[in-house]
């Protein structure tokens, strides 16, 4: 049930579609963190390179893309090695959807508390323990 939020700035021309990125880190949040597609959100956001600064300079004086992945997960599912792996993957993924991108590009993989995070109206501590019930008692 992980919250992507991309943040991201490229040139205009690019034949990237925000679909095509979405559907990049859904598949990169499944197949690494094994997250689940069906409950995996993203959200994207293009910012205007001139208003993009590393250092003192714009992307456009850069002439550079970069992004900012902020993702949310429920802290102690995924290990240092998951993490690491999915921090370098999806960078290289940017690279190629992006184009030739500024070092100063982040991603957050943001551990929160299960019982201090969830969806449909459950945290995913509850989740957990009812799942834990149920298979208790079969």
Request: glycine share 6%; charged share 25%.
């Amino acid at each position: 049930m992980p919250f992507a939020h991309l943040r991201y700035s490229a040139d205009p021309a690019l034949q990237t579609t925000p679909h095509d990125l979405a559907t990049r880190l859904t598949t990169l949040t499944t197949d690494i963190l094994g997250k689940k597609p069906e409950v995996t959100a993203v959200q994207l956001e293009p910012v205007d390179p001139a208003l993009w600064i590393i250092g003192t300079r714009s992307l456009n004086e850069h002439r550079l893309a970069s992004f900012n992945l902020r993702i949310s997960i429920t802290e102690g599912t995924n290990t240092k090695d998951e993490k690491e792996r999915y921090v370098a993957v999806v960078y290289e993924a940017m690279q190629g959807l992006l184009g030739a991108l500024h070092p100063a590009s982040y991603v957050l993989v943001d551990e929160v508390r299960g019982d201090a995070y969830g969806y449909a109206g459950l945290t995913q501590e509850r989740r957990y323990i009812e799942a834990r019930l149920k298979a208790a008692t079969r």
